[in-house]
Nanobody
Framework: QVQLVESGGGLVQAGGSLRLSCVAS????????MSWYRQAPGKQRELVAQ???????VYGDSAKGRFTCTRDNAKNTMYLQMNNMKPEDTAVYYC??????????????WGQGTQVTVSS
């Protein structure tokens, strides 16, 4: 079994910063691309950022220039540093990881999500 646990969400004022963390644990042989998604009420889930094992990143349009996605492979942990936050960043933020467990094929796993609220 593979578990993804997000933390770091909360309430912040517009212009402020938050740092999210996602820790992967369990039956992990290879931890491939890790991603942050978010879903606001009434909207579809959207990609915020993703990072490869080598540190290559891809950002969604909403994150470019304000958010930074990194990972610590030794800790099986991904981070999302969010700066200059806006009310439209309010959403539940989810961690997704492509994981290859021992003795089975790779598949995507999702965390439970962490709420981020930005007040104006």
């Amino acid at each position: 079994q593979v578990q993804l646990v997000e933390s770091g969400g909360g309430l912040v004022q517009a212009g402020g910063s938050l740092r999210l963390s996602c820790v992967a644990s369990g039956n992990i042989y290879k931890l491939n691309t890790m991603s942050w998604y978010r879903q606001a009420p009434g909207k579809q889930r959207e990609l915020v950022a993703q990072v490869s094992p080598g540190g290559n990143t891809v950002y969604g349009d909403s994150a470019k220039g304000r958010f930074t996605c990194t990972r610590d492979n030794a800790k099986n942990t991904m981070y999302l540093q969010m700066n200059n936050m806006k009310p439209e960043d309010t959403a539940v933020y989810y961690c997704k990881a492509n994981v290859e467990p021992y003795s089975t094929g790779a598949r995507d796993y999702w965390g439970q999500g962490t709420q981020v609220t930005v007040s104006s």
